[in-house]
């Protein structure tokens, strides 16, 4: 029997019922046997059917019977014949496969970018499509024109353990002619009893047997070569029996392994595109292998470890793919009472290191206690590997908690590191300071950046060894000292250090260690001796076994591609304080977004969910990039840019956060640069920038959101010296309210800008001269601190308004020249008509007239082509 036949009645049994373990590989999920290894027992029997059906032409050649009188209607289940009443459930099971369909609801519903028809919010309106879709029964090839034998019919897997039912008698021929025994040779009529041979019982042999014709009993009886039914199937060589049953298991794995295989092969291109077509390919890929597993998981007929497997595996897809959580938990739970029962450690740790995803999903506080207990558990049998395992864990759990339990994620990074010291893990000892690094530059307290360098400076120290060193830490150390420097606003010292992470890529561009495939990290670890193995081949979603007494904790990290882009937005901002590249930084954060968009030529399989996080990632850096060209822009004046990257950041709808503020802002700026007044203080008085007294924003954020707060507030300072806009009590009240917030801010940036601003602004009672020097000074030290040049800039100009306006002397015209100088390096040509116009009246104060008229006109010429901008 082809082989095609035997797929395509397996298909149509288990095609509409529907990874790794923690991307567990397709190879691994099942142990030692692979695909390979489970076809031959297919393929034996395959071979054994057509062997039969070879040896006994006669059987392939005998017509339909049609029904008698006793035979059972179409449609009926007659429980004498009950192995043959449907002996293919899976044709007319089409109900059963739509209750299997609706149980799957399919994970990440709130991305903007899927089609809404499958993502609905209740579980039958999920497949829209589905009658279109799922009610056509899989094509089956046409057969050969020659006799081929009737298709095996495959029953139900639960009753594959049954013994065949004999074959009735009944079915031997027709049941409306009488059952007639005749002998294989009559008596020839007209001969005398005595001269009449006597019958002679022919030799069974094969090619004498003949094809009963369909008749009545007159028919048979003037033949005389024809014997009866009854003879003929009494006296057949070959006993007939029912359709032998194959062993479907095997089978059953291999279908679902290729079908995950080849929905997590174009999981990246769907993620992209979300068409409608692909994504309902892939789902039906993925509920067809489900409904795979659930066959197998439900046959009865698994050993041990098998079972345990397939719950991992199963749980495991349930969880990347779907949203049925409670379910996954059901497989996990009977996967640990496997493994409990029979010892399996490893595969226990496994499941109870996925157990603890899915209970964090639902109740995080659960979780959080129960994972301590199996942390206890570890430390009592001394199984260190899964020690780390659960506690890195842990300490992502606490980060993803929200900023009140990074205090409890550096603890239990503490301890991690701990452990490694005592036993030399210098890789897990380096990774784990990174990431402790990394939690003390979220939080930014008081003495961030000295905790910062500290984590810095240990993890460095573990990095001179050649056999632990990764390109991933590597890099991420890199990136972790780059950053600290960027927000110490030490921009010589961050040109230096960007040197070094530009140097390290380019070693690493062709290097083999760092695939670009793959999004992990291998952390080495020494084994322990004479203990008990935890470790094989099913754990290689988390530890996996090496050689020379190493194993490998497997750890997610930054990617090639994503390495790069952060690369180049960084560079982008270390160009932006150069006062002598003023365009560099614009093509720097357009080739960041540039890479993060372009197809990869190859790509790691992976879940759809987990492709759309990458996706969507990528999506929010891009957004980040075309943000910062956006803000360059405006100090630039060009808001035709600014309004271009506006458009392009809100047609991807980045999501409510840091960026969204960060959007809302650059539309703010955009509508007071181009003088909409009006619609730029309706962006200032948004709720996302309301603060309290103490600078916190009141509808929650992160320090970003802090700061963008108070530069809204800055900026409606400004507004308000409009006289159309003026009001002195909601000047007063801003001014109280920023004082405070600012002059005891850690950022230099900050306390900048709001002494720019208080030593320009007019207020009732307005400032002493003594204070407005004051402001004027410190903000001028700020500016050359920061090496900030729009802040130089549009100091001087202050200054020269402010101290200098209708003063005759050498230091008024120096004030001036000083300005204008400046302006021409910042490239803003608004405040380079304000300079001009400025120099022009120290020049006319002076005397020289020629050179004010020409300083008047080139401030008039650079005014006009600053208010041309501004007409979008």
């Not at 999506?619 to 100090?635: F, K, R, V, W």
Request: proline share 8%; net charge positive.
């Amino acid at each position: 029997m082809p082989l095609f036949n035997l797929a395509a009645g397996l298909f149509r049994q288990i095609q509409d019922i529907a990874g790794p373990a923690n991307r567990m590989p397709p190879q691994e999920a099942y142990g030692s046997q692979s695909q390979q290894q489970l076809r031959p027992a297919h393929q034996s029997h395959q071979s054994h059917q057509s062997h039969q059906s070879q040896s006994h032409p006669l059987h392939q050649q005998r017509p339909p019977l049609p029904p008698g009188p006793h035979a059972p209607p179409p449609g009926h289940s007659d429980p004498q014949h009950q192995h043959y009443a449907n002996p293919s459930p899976g044709l007319n099971g089409n109900h059963q496969q739509y209750q299997y369909q609706q149980r799957l609801q399919y994970a990440h519903p709130g991305y903007p970018q899927q089609p809404a028809q499958y993502y609905a919010g209740s579980a039958p309106q999920q497949y829209p499509n589905y009658n279109a879709v799922y009610q056509q029964p899989t094509p089956v090839p046409a057969p050969a024109p020659a006799p081929a034998p009737a298709p095996i019919q495959f029953v139900d897997p639960s009753y594959l353990q049954q013994p065949p039912a004999p074959r009735p008698l009944s079915h031997a021929m027709p049941a409306a002619q009488p059952a007639v025994l005749m002998s294989p040779q009559l008596p020839r009529p007209g001969l005398p009893q005595a001269h009449r041979p006597m019958p002679v019982k022919p030799s069974p042999r094969l090619d004498e047997r003949r094809i009963p014709s369909q008749g009545t009993p007159k028919q048979h009886a003037r033949d005389p070569r024809r014997p009866s039914s009854s003879a003929g199937v009494a006296k057949s060589p070959a006993t007939p029996h029912g359709p032998s049953h194959l062993e479907t298991l095997p089978l059953l794995l291999c279908v679902a392994e290729d079908c995950f295989e080849k929905a997590n092969a174009a999981s990246q291109q769907v993620a992209r595109s979300m068409i409608a077509s692909e994504v309902a390919e892939h789902h039906k890929l993925v509920a067809t292998g489900l409904g795979c597993l659930d066959v197998a998981l439900k046959s009865n007929k698994l050993w041990p470890r098998l079972e345990a497997r397939l719950c991992l595996r199963y749980a495991s897809i349930l969880i990347e793919e779907t949203t049925n959580i409670m379910e996954a938990e059901t497989s996990l739970t009977r996967g640990i009472a496997v493994c409990d029962k029979h010892r399996f450690i490893d595969l226990k740790y496994s499941s109870q290191f996925l157990l603890m995803k899915v209970l964090f999903q639902r109740n995080q506080k659960a979780a959080l206690k129960s994972i301590e207990s199996h942390i206890v558990d570890c430390t009592t049998y001394k199984h260190i590997h899964w020690i780390y395992a659960f506690r890195f864990l842990k300490a992502a759990f606490h980060l993803q908690s929200g900023t009140a339990a990074d205090h409890h994620a550096i603890e239990n990074l503490r301890k991690i590191a701990g452990i490694a010291n005592q036993r030399s893990d210098k890789a897990v000892f380096g990774m784990a300071m990174l990431l402790e690094g990394l939690a003390h530059l979220g939080t930014l307290k008081d003495d961030w950046a000295t905790r910062v360098q500290m984590c810095i400076a240990q993890a460095s120290k573990m990095q001179l060894d050649d056999s632990v060193r990764t390109p991933q830490a590597d890099v991420l150390l890199l990136l972790l000292d780059l950053a600290c420097s960027l927000h110490q606003k030490t921009h010589a010292i961050s040109a230096q250090k960007l040197n070094a992470l530009q140097r390290s890529l380019e070693d690493l561009k062709q290097s083999q260690d760092w695939s670009s495939q793959f999004g992990h990290v291998l952390l080495p670890i020494n084994r322990m001796p004479n203990t008990s193995q935890t470790i094989s081949n099913d754990t290689r979603a988390v530890l996996q076994p090496g050689g020379d007494g190493i194993d490998y904790l497997v750890l997610s990290a930054l990617g090639k591609q994503e390495a790069y882009a952060l690369a180049y937005v960084f560079n982008g901002i270390v160009a932006h304080y150069k006062a002598s590249t003023p365009g560099r930084s614009t093509g720097m954060w357009g080739e960041a977004a540039r890479v993060l968009t372009e197809s990869k030529s190859v790509s790691s399989p992976q879940a759809l969910p987990a492709a759309l996080k990458q996706a969507e990632w990528a999506g929010e850096l891009a957004c980040y990039a075309h943000i910062l060209i956006g803000l360059q822009a405006s100090t630039l004046s060009e808001w035709a840019k600014v309004k271009t990257c506006l458009q392009t950041v809100q047609e991807n709808q980045p999501r409510q956060g840091f960026l969204g503020v960060l959007a809302l802002y650059l539309e703010g700026v955009l509508y007071q640069g181009t003088a909409q007044l009006n619609r730029a203080v309706e962006i200032w008085k948004d709720p996302r920038f309301e603060m309290d007294w103490s600078g916190a924003p009141k509808h929650g954020g992160s320090w970003i959101v802090t700061e963008l707060s108070i530069l809204a507030t800055l900026n409606r300072l400004w507004i308000l010296q409009e006289p159309t806009q003026a009001d002195d009590a909601e000047m007063a009240e801003l001014v109280d309210l920023l004082r405070p917030i600012c002059e005891d801010s850690p950022d230099q940036e900050i306390r900048t800008v709001y002494n720019l601003v208080l030593s320009s602004i007019r207020l009732s009672p307005p400032l002493s001269i003594n204070q407005i020097k004051r402001h004027i000074q410190q903000s001028l030290s700020g500016a050359q601190n920061t090496s900030n040049t729009q802040y130089l800039s549009i100091a001087l100009n202050i200054m020269r308004c402010r101290l200098f306006e209708n003063v005759v002397g050498e230091q008024a015209l120096k004030s001036a020249r000083a300005a204008s100088a400046q302006a021409r390096k910042s490239g803003n040509v608004l405040w380079m008509s304000v300079a001009d116009g400025m120099l022009a009246q120290s020049f006319e104060m002076q005397g020289a007239l020629a050179d004010a008229r020409a300083a008047q006109e080139t401030g008039v010429r650079r005014a006009n082509e600053a208010f041309a901008k501004t007409r979008l």
